[in-house]
Each structure stands twice: as C-alpha cells, then as structure tokens.
C-alpha cells in the first residue's frame, strides 16, 4: 500500500518516507536507504526526507554518511540533537562536548542530551540533580528524566525521595489474563500467539539501538491478518486504560497521565543465554510485557527485574527490585522511566513476550 501511494505520487516527498519506513519494517533496510537516498536528491530542501536519511542511516551503524548528512541542516536544533546522537554512538565525546551547552539551552530534557550530560556528572550527584531540575522546568512531562533524577537523590542520601520517585510500589502492577474471545483457553490462545511470532518475516536479530542481546525482536507486530496478536492489542488496551484510570496521587508521573495515547508493540525471541540490557524508554510514558511462552519449571528462569541500577552506582538502590517471573499469561505494566533487564534462562526452551510502549499522541 506504501509503495503503491508513492508511485502513484512521485512528487509528495512525505509519502516517500512512509515507503522507506515500510521497507524498513519488513528487514529491507537496503532498499529503504537507497530510497531515501534518491529521495534527498530529488528533494533537497525537504528536512524530513533529510532527517529520515539520517535516521536510517544510524539505525543501519553508518555513523559517517549519517553525520555528513547532518552537516548541512547544522544549526537547525533537529540536526543538532541527531548529530549528538550520532556523536555519542561513534565515542567521540570531544566534538559531543561541543554540541552540549547551545543544546542544554534550546533542550535541557532532550533524552541524548540529558543521558550524555549524566554520563559525565557520574560522581557529582548534586549537579545530576539540577540539571535534571532544570529539565523537567524546561518540560515537565520528560519523564525520562526521574530516572536520573531518582539516581541522583540516591546519591545524595536522599533515599526515601529516591525510593518515592521510582514508585514502584504504587506504580507496578501485575496481572494475569484470560485468553479473549473468540479464544476458549489461554494455551491455545499463547499457541497461536506463538506461531505468528515465529513466522513474523521482521523478526531480526540483536537489531541497532536496542536492548536485545542474543535474541530476535520484530520491527512490526501485529501483521495484518494475525487474530491473536491484534486480539492482545485489544486486551493491552484495556488494562492500560484500566490502569491509567485508577492512578491517584500528586506523582509527576500521575500528573502527566495522557488524555490520548498511541499503543507501539514488538514481540521477542530469546533462547538460553539471549536477554535484555538494563535501560529505560525516554520518550512514552507506559511500558509493559506480555509472556507468551517461557521455560517450564516451579521458578520459571529468566526473570524481568525492575529497578536495577546501573553498575557504575557502586551500591544497592534505596527501592526494592523486584523480579517478576515470566508465567505465560502474566502481563507487568510500569513506568517508562523506570529501568528493567531480563536475565538469560539458560534453557534449551525459548522465551517469547509482546513489549509495548504507550505515549502521549503528541510525542
């Protein structure tokens, strides 16, 4: 349907990147960067087509093209935060360091920026926390920011503030559902799940820019035509609107609760040592996994665990991390901001799961 409108219309250049986001999303990354490579010829003055080139090309490793593509649009802020993201993914924090002062003043809460920034303020956790400050009064729905700024109070001491701004104790919630209609179990329900998963042709492996490690995720889930992944869309939105309804309290991230959503899904393949890196999501504001499949056993191996913190903080967190097992069935919901990993099973049997992002529709 993409190709066919952009064929149709040669000339509306935001049809050309609906195709190459397409091609894209079925694993042919090769043509959707020659696409948009003919795309920015044809339309030089179009930033989008400019931007989206750039964003291929970083997705694909191709840090040098992607930064000479960037040079021209230079000082335009889009162009300034992907040439920091690009600049960071090379490890090349001099000309990085260039970027940050002009970018802290147009975009103290730009994910890149603020994750570079506390890169460096490492071992100075009152500085951490007044960038992050200046962050959230610049933005205050950036709640990728409270990840840091939960860190930073940590450090500090500041353990109880740390352990109530992580939330995980009124903001986690664990739930096990029953198959949905036109389903008449759960088994046969994660079955079929299962085989669309397993033939789902964007599944690829340890792709770019993401967590997965030794594992396979799908860069479009559900596909047209799947009858159990679009039945557990339809579930996913139910219970997140179930939960989003029943948050109380003066939490910021209570507060910046969106009025309308977007629902992004990806499933996961992972065999005996395949995981996911601890990290957190900038950007939307819910995360959540269902199981589909996972090793059999009384203590299913190969646990999500949530509230990690990253090695280099050099001690345990002032918040519980919790470990929830991955029963299929079991959906977990949580903040975006907060961090989670997988640990590997170490099972000849594979773990399957559908994550998920909600977002404000304006993100």
Same mark, same amino acid.
């Given at each position: 349907?993409? =190709? ?6 040669p000339?509306a ?10 091609? =894209? ?70 000309r ?22 506390a890169?460096k303020?490492?071992g ?25 700024k939960?860190?930073?109070?940590a ?28 389903f ?65 309290? =003066? ?5 910046t609760?969106?009025g309308?959503a ?12 395949g ?47 919790i ?37 404000a529709?304006?993100?």
């Amino acid at each position: 349907m993409a =190709e066919s409108a952009a064929l149709a219309r040669p000339e509306a250049p935001a049809l050309q990147l609906v195709w190459a986001e397409a091609l =894209e999303a079925i694993g042919e990354q090769e043509r959707a960067l020659s696409l948009l490579a003919s795309a920015c010829e044809r339309f030089p003055g179009d930033q989008a087509v400019h931007s989206g080139y750039a964003g291929a090309l970083l997705r694909a490793g191709r840090i040098d093209p992607a930064l000479e593509q960037v040079g021209p649009w230079l000082p335009r802020l889009w162009a300034q935060k992907l040439q920091l993201r690009l600049l960071i993914r090379a490890g090349r924090a001099e000309r990085a360091a260039e970027l940050e002062s002009a970018l802290a003043q147009a975009d103290p809460a730009d994910p890149d920026l603020l994750d570079y920034r506390a890169s460096k303020l490492r071992g100075s956790p009152e500085a951490l926390l007044s960038a992050c400050d200046e962050a959230l009064e610049h933005c205050p729905e950036a709640m990728h920011v409270l990840y840091h700024k939960a860190l930073a109070l940590a450090g500090l001491g500041r353990s109880q503030e740390a352990a109530g701004l992580m939330g995980l104790d009124r903001l986690l919630r664990i739930v096990h559902l029953d198959a949905p209609p036109p389903f008449d179990g759960l088994d046969g329900f994660n079955a079929d799940l299962r085989r669309e998963i397993e033939a789902n042709p964007t599944l690829h492996s340890d792709p770019a820019g993401h967590a997965t490690r030794k594992g396979r995720r799908t860069m479009t889930f559900p596909l047209p035509g799947d009858q159990a992944g679009t039945a557990l869309i339809g579930v996913i939105r139910e219970k997140v609107t179930e939960y989003s309804a029943g948050l109380t309290g =003066e939490h910021p991230f209570v507060a910046t609760r969106p009025g309308l959503a977007t629902l992004k899904c990806w499933a996961l393949i992972f065999d005996a040592s395949g995981h996911q890196a601890l990290h957190h999501h900038p950007g939307p504001w819910l995360t959540g996994v269902y199981y589909v499949a996972a090793p059999r056993g009384r203590h299913r191996p190969g646990a999500l665990r949530i509230g990690s913190v990253p090695a280099w903080f050099g001690r345990p967190p002032p918040w519980k991390v919790i470990d929830v097992a991955p029963e299929p069935g079991t959906l977990v919901l949580f903040p975006s901001f907060v961090p989670h990993e997988t640990l590997p099973t170490g099972s000849h049997e594979t773990r399957i799961s559908v994550a998920f992002d909600v977002a404000a529709s304006n993100r």
